[in-house]
């Protein structure tokens, strides 16, 4: 790690829960006349990049979209590019991850990937699991509603089970059936490519979140446009309901 990490000065009101929606790398490609997975492969170096400057910066759970359950419908050859592209990423940053205390979190239907991928993954996860510098959650075969069934259907066993009473379920009780289960919610959502939509990432989680949507492509965006979304945020009022006025009080 760099001992002069950043000119942004750590603060009370840097976000603790970054998540990425990383898009634009087929059309990174395209402006170049290249392949798409060309796209994809400066997209893992923006991945590289964005990963080791949150974790400089103080950032302690990034989660980043990488493959949503929609991206399955794509063609063949370009899912089995990013499973192949995911397996190296896996491979050649765990010793990054080891030397940053950056543990290594994937949410998503996890079990519909490649088994090769599966395995590296877990190998990754379980060798990084007691590190506690910064959470890297990375979103694979995600689908926010598909979360959200789930979690559902898991309440309605308990409920079956004798284990839960249908009043008991609060949103924060539900929030622990979710993929996310004990992460706080993202303070700061970006989305590169400057396309204004969701595509079905953490719908429940995004409640509150403060939405940030940049015109650079994925693979273009790097440190400094990183930073420029956190000081962006920095000059957000978040006040949750609450007039302007509460919010200043609650804050002396
Ligand atoms: C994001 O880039 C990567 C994935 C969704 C896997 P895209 O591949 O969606 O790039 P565009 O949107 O076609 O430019
Ligand atoms: C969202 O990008 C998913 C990821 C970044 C992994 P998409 O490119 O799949 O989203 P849509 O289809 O434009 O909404
Ligand atoms: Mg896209």
Not at 80 to 86: R, T
Not at 128 to 143: C, E, V
Not at 191 to 219: C, H, K, M
Request: net charge positive; proline share 4%.
């Amino acid at each position: 790690m760099s001992s002069n990490p950043t000119s942004l000065p750590k603060s009370k009101e840097l976000p603790h829960h970054i998540a990425i929606i990383m898009d634009g790398n087929g059309r990174w490609a395209k402006k170049r006349a290249l392949n798409r997975i060309k796209g994809h492969q400066e997209g893992a170096e923006s991945v590289r990049v964005i990963v080791r400057a949150c974790r400089e910066i103080g950032v302690k759970i990034l989660t980043l979209y990488a493959f949503s359950t929609e991206n399955w419908r794509r063609p063949q050859y370009e899912i089995k590019s990013l499973m192949a592209l995911l397996k190296r990423f896996l491979k050649s940053e765990r010793q990054e991850m080891l030397e940053n205390n950056i543990r290594l979190n994937a949410i998503g239907q996890i079990e519909r990937l490649p088994e090769d991928v599966q395995a590296v993954l877990n190998e990754t996860i379980a060798a990084t699991q007691h590190n506690r510098g910064m959470l890297l959650n990375l979103a694979l075969s995600y689908g926010s509603r598909d979360e959200i069934v789930e979690a559902a259907q898991k309440v309605a066993l308990d409920v079956q089970k004798g284990a839960l009473e249908p009043g008991d379920i609060t949103p924060g009780l539900f929030s622990e059936y979710l993929y996310t289960k004990g992460m706080p919610d993202p303070d700061l959502l970006i989305r590169t490519s400057g396309e204004i939509r969701i595509s079905n990432f953490l719908l429940w989680q995004i409640a509150y979140s403060e939405i940030y949507v940049t015109d650079p492509l994925w693979p273009d965006f790097r440190k400094e446009a990183l930073l420029e979304a956190i000081r962006d945020y920095r000059t957000r009022e978040r006040r949750f309901g609450m007039t302007g006025e509460q919010k200043a009080k609650s804050c002396t």
